[in-house]
């Protein structure tokens, strides 16, 4: 209507993603032109996402672990990624570390959005991250997490957990030197 620069883009939705993400509104502007020319419904759809990952992973299976991302970046959970989620996961997924980042990614672990994680859960997304690994680089892991049990098991030491604990976000964040200590796939 007129709003030529941004498009159908509302104020409204520009400041809460200003402040919310690290982009400005020419950037934002920018994405959302190419938001729309790829996704014209203004809305990306849990097939069209794997088939995303589908390409990136030619010579594995990322399934899983699209439909695990999906889940933590829908984050009204209707089964689609509008403008919004996505400049959030895209924001989330490039740059540095911040709290955000470390909440997405308790998120995505949280399989079951319970708020807390479990065993099951680490060994759901270590299982699904696996999955997306050719086999032959399987074989050039070390040898005490070269199976998603193993690497799941070392994640869970990690958080000096009994095997039926779980964990909260709080703990979750705390744990700062996660990334060098076996979960590096954030
Ligand atoms: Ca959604
Ligand atoms: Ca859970």
Redesign the pocket.
Known sequence: MGNSKSGALSKELLEDLKSNTKYNEAELCVWYQSFLKECPTGRITKEQFEGIYASFFPNADPTEYARHVFRSFDTNADGQLDFKEYIVALHLTSGGKTLQKLEWAFALY?????????KN?IQEIVKSIFNMIPEEDQNDLPEDENTPDKRADKVWDFFGKKEDG?FDCVEFCKCDTMRSSGMRDF
């Open positions: 949280d399989v079951d959005g319970n708020g807390t994680i479990s859960e779980n």
